[in-house]
Each structure stands twice: as C-alpha cells, then as structure tokens.
C-alpha cells in the first residue's frame, strides 16, 4: 500500500510540474563561450506570453531575467542543462540588484550600494582661471573598478577638454567649413546632454537613454544642433565580486540638410576614455586581440583591447576589456593609443576606439547610424582567452532551441 501511495505521489508531482511549466529551451554554446555573459531570448518567438507571470528555471535554480523591448535578457552561464519558464506560484518578484541614482546633477548605476559609473548631465565648469569654454555635460565620470578604484580623469591640465568617457566627433565639415566637437579650446563646437529618454532598473541590468546634442558654433546665424545622438549605457551584474560588465552604445543621424562628414582623423568619435592619473608608462599595460602591445597598438585594428593598471594602493591591478561590435563600422576597429613617452614623458593612458581614423565617414541626412560597444571592468587579471569568449558572446548571441 505504501508503495502505491509514494508512486500516486510521484505522479502527481509530474503532473503538477507539468501544470506548471509552460515551456524548455536550452542555449547552443559555441566555441570560446567560457564565462557568464548576457545573452537574449527574442520574445516575439513565443508570441503574446506574460513573462510577468513566469520564473526562470536552470538546474532547478531560479535565474533573474528582465525585459527589454523584445528582448529577454538574462545571464547565461555555460554549465549544462536547459532553461524552463514555470508559472509563478505566489507573487511576484520586484526586487531590484541593480538600481539608478540621481543626484547633484549625475545619474549613477548602482549594484547593491556601491556606484559603479556615474552619467554628468548636468554642467561641469573648469578649474577657477580655466577659461569657461571647457565646460562640458554630457559623459560618464567616475568609473570606478569593483573594489571602488577611479579609473576615469576629466579636466587634466594637459587635455582640459578631455571628459572620462565620451565620444565627440573631431575634424568634421558641415557647409564647406571644418568644425571640431572634441578640442573645447577652439570655440568650434561641443556636445551637450539634452534630456533622458528613460532609465532602468532590475536585477539584470540597469541603465540609462540620454539625448546629446552636438552643437556647431560656427556655420549658422546661430548655434544650431548638428547631430542627434541616443547614447544608451547598460550595467550588467556578472554575479562575481571582482568584474561587472556595461555596454555603451551612440545611435546618431544629423538633422542638417547636407548632413555632414566626418573627416578622416587619427582621433574621435566612437568611445574614448582618459584614465585616471596613477597610470603611467611604467605601470600600464595594452594588449589588443591581434597581439598589440602598449608600444604596436596605436592606429592598429582590433576586436578587442585589454587596458590594466597598477591599483591604488599599489598591491594588484585592475582594468578595462574595450570590445567593438562587428557591426561597427570599420571592425576590427582602428585605435588612438597614446605613445608611451608622451605627456612630457609620462606616458600616460588614452584609449580609444576609432572608427574615422583611416577613411572619411559621410553622414547622410536623417538616417540613422549606430555605434555599439561593450567593456569588462575587472580587479585582478583578464588573460586573452577570457577576452575572446567575452567578445565572441558579444558578437554572436548564443542560439536557442524551443524544446516544447
């Protein structure tokens, strides 16, 4: 009898797992995919489903997932076994690891309760006696590595038009006439934040969609907006104390009649950072996914680039993985590193992707162009082969397979 009892037990907790599971998929990992990355499920595959209402499943442990237009995002861990989505039995779960903050005029993405990248949208004026044509809103500073390091600098005495992170458009033309969004200094042109779009919160990701307006000082009767850009940062919680991951994308297209061209340059545009100031020639390291060093990479091509530092109290390191999309123009993308004896010899670190750096980039009017980058903030060492499992997930979202 007791046996008949544990098999009617069994049958009911199927059926009820049945009852409950609306559907399996499981994730076709491909060569390289070695650590935990976000990946997508394309929600229209499964048309109208409430996933509000659903939980997701791996080796019967819940993982977090959030929505983003049709894209599901959550992380994917390359261990085996397929996903489930099943019914939420009693509520539903709101809570958020990764939030948004405001305040002072900058908006920072927060994991637990640490800040880990600051957007300035609001003004930032130069040092007193520092003309007030430096001024500049519209860039992520600080950055700051996971055991809190500032790796970003904004307003060095060298470069006071540099800004942390950010991407203004140098050499372009607009009428016949050269106007340069990057160096302040010649009273040219600048970008500006206009206003957010929206933030997000959740406990994959958060994030932000800013407008930033590239303002040209020069071709008009008066300032006039020259290109329309949509930047859109993401932060992505990596589940481990020592990295986190955030992706950075400019989708731009010029309102001008005639629109504009970027002209062929050794800087600007794409995603440039100056680092913090502790870094130098004897302390800072560059490899690129081509085998570049600090001294070889400069006006090279790359998939991706490994930045590392000495840490601020000199016992480690820490650093940055820049990874270009496939989809960038001229990818493997060109590169502006600074020479190592640079700066009066300091050789401090810049780093930039470059898109313009060998061929002229026309804009046609009100079309849309896009730029798309991701990056590893991360204590410690990455090695190359980290590297490329990281970039090749970026590169090609892993397949699903609908199970049922």
């Known amino acids: 009898m007791r046996y008949i009892f544990l098999f009617c037990s069994f049958i009911t907790l199927l059926s009820c797992k049945a009852e409950k599971e609306i559907y399996r998929f499981e994730i076709q990992d491909g060569d390289g995919f070695l650590q935990s990355s976000p990946i997508f499920l394309d929600t229209e595959i499964r048309g109208n489903e409430d996933y509000s209402q659903l939980k997701l499943i791996q080796n019967n442990v819940t993982i977090p ?15 085996g076994g397929t996903y489930s989505f099943e019914k939420i039995e009693s509520g539903v779960n709101d809570e958020s690891v990764l939030s948004t903050f405001k305040k002072n005029g900058n908006l920072q993405l927060v994991k637990g309760n640490d800040p880990l990248l600051t957007y300035r949208y609001q003004m930032t004026y130069p040092p007193e006696g520092v003309d007030t044509i430096f001024k500049k809103s519209g860039y992520i500073h600080p950055l700051l590595s ?15 038009h540099h800004y942390g992170i950010w991407g203004p458009w140098t050499h372009t033309q607009i009428k016949g006439e050269q106007v340069d ?14 206003e957010f779009n929206n933030t997000t919160t959740g406990e994959v990701f958060a994030g932000f969609n800013a407008t930033q307006e590239h303002i040209d000082f020069i071709t008009g ?16 919680d990596l589940g481990r104390s020592d990295r986190y991951m955030f992706d950075y994308t400019s989708t731009f297209s010029s ?9 062929a340059y050794r800087y600007g545009g794409g995603i ?20 570049h060093d600090r001294l070889t990479a400069d ?21 940055i993985l820049f990874m270009s999309h496939p ?28 898109p313009i750096r060998h061929k002229e980039w026309k804009i046609e009017p009100n079309k849309d162009y896009k730029l798309t980058y991701r990056m590893v903030v991360f204590e410690g060492d990455l090695t190359a082969e980290e590297a490329e499992g990281y970039w090749k997930i970026f590169a090609n979202n892993p397949k699903s397979e609908i199970l049922n």
Request: hydrophobic share 30%; net charge negative; with cysteine.
């Open 299 to 319: 006006g090279t091509n790359a998939k991706w680039c490994i930045v590392k530092g000495e840490s601020s109290d000199g016992n480690g390191t820490n650093g």
């Open 221 to 236: 009767s008066s300032p006039q907006n020259a290109l329309d850009e949509k930047l859109d940062v993401k932060l992505w």
């Open 146 to 160: 996971p055991k809190g390091d500032t790796l970003t600098r904004i307003q060095p005495p060298d470069h006071f």
């Open 65 to 79: 997932f959030q929505v983003d237009e049709n894209k599901l995002w959550f992380l994917h861990t390359p261990r």
């Open 181 to 194: 969004f990057w160096n302040l200094g010649d009273g040219k042109g600048t970008v500006l934040f206009e």
């Open 272 to 291: 440039g950072m100056r680092f913090d100031e502790r870094w130098h020639k004897d302390n800072c390291t560059v490899l690129t996914s081509e085998g």
């Open 327 to 354: 989809g960038n123009r001229m990818h493997p993308e060109p590169m502006r590193i600074w020479p190592i004896d640079g700066n009066n010899g300091r050789g401090d670190m810049f780093f930039e992707f470059c």
């Open 255 to 263: 309102p001008l009649k005639d629109g504009i061209i970027f002209e």
